[in-house]
T-cell receptor
Framework: GENVEQHPSTLSVQEGDSAVIKCTYS??????FPWYKQELGKRPQLIID?????GEKKDQRIAVTLNKTAKHFSLHITETQPEDSAVYFC??????????FGTGTRLKVLA | DAGVIQSPRHEVTEMGQEVTLRCKPI?????LFWYRQTMMRGLELLIY????????DSGMPEDRFSAKMPNASFSTLKIQPSEPRDSAVYFC???????FGGGGYNEQFFGPGTRLTVL
């Protein structure tokens, strides 16, 4: 069945450094790739998304890249801050709007 | 708008009891999703609806789970009988296909979740 692999499962970075989270999907029909951030005890919230007709998208310190040939997409956070500490989920969505989430990456930004 | 509303926020029950979780999506949204979140399995899609019709329930773990959406503003997820392994946080989310000129590839708004503990 459809599957999304996400790495790493945990990531610790020093404040100000960059963080990169990578996802690989299996369903070649996937054409929408959102990223959600979940703070401790809170609900997941969308932080950025990318559609399959775009290779890269940037929003301030956050960027997402997509390689449809390799079925890879990545989240890049630059100049990390303590408030970036959270669990990040990637997802791949196909034409049936079925969301398949990755297993999550726990990011810790060390002050 | 109050966002997606879920009730109860916390539920503690004993094995074998029936559990009903409730969700009110954002007004005007035509998609509704039920997820289960655990440490071991992450965020799993259980079922989703479009215009109150179930589209894909392949994520429902077994016949003990059922979901309904009798109208555009209300959905339930029922577990009968409940088991300890059902303990998890259950999220409801809704989205609109009418943003950006159509299509379903739009932001899902999650509710606060229901933390279920089955003893």
């Amino acid at each position: 069945g459809e599957n999304v692999e996400q790495h790493p499962s945990t990531l610790s970075v020093q404040e100000g450094d960059s963080a990169v989270i990578k996802c690989t999907y299996s369903d070649s029909a996937s054409n929408y790739f959102p990223w959600y951030k979940q703070e401790l005890g809170k609900r997941p919230q969308l932080i950025i998304d990318i559609r399959s007709n775009v290779g890269e998208k940037k929003d301030q310190r956050i960027a997402v890249t997509l390689n449809k040939t390799a079925k890879h997409f990545s989240l890049h956070i630059t100049e990390t801050q303590p408030e970036d500490s959270a669990v990040y989920f990637c997802a791949a969505v196909s034409g049936t709007y079925k969301y398949i989430f990755g297993t999550g990456t726990r990011l810790k930004v060390l002050a | 708008d109050a966002g997606v509303i879920q009730s109860p926020r916390h539920e503690v029950t004993e094995m074998g009891q029936e559990v009903t979780l409730r969700c009110k999506p954002i007004s005007g949204h035509d998609y509704l999703f039920w997820y289960r979140q655990t440490m071991m399995r992450g965020l799993e899609l259980l079922i989703y609806f479009n215009n109150n019709v179930p589209i894909d329930d392949s994520g429902m773990p077994e016949d003990r789970f059922s979901a309904k959406m009798p109208n555009a503003s209300f959905s339930t997820l029922k577990i009968q009988p409940s088991e300890p392994r059902d303990s998890a946080v259950y999220f409801c989310a809704s989205s609109s296909s009418y943003v950006f000129g159509g299509g379903g590839y739009n932001e899902q708004f999650f509710g606060p979740g229901t933390r279920l503990t089955v003893l």
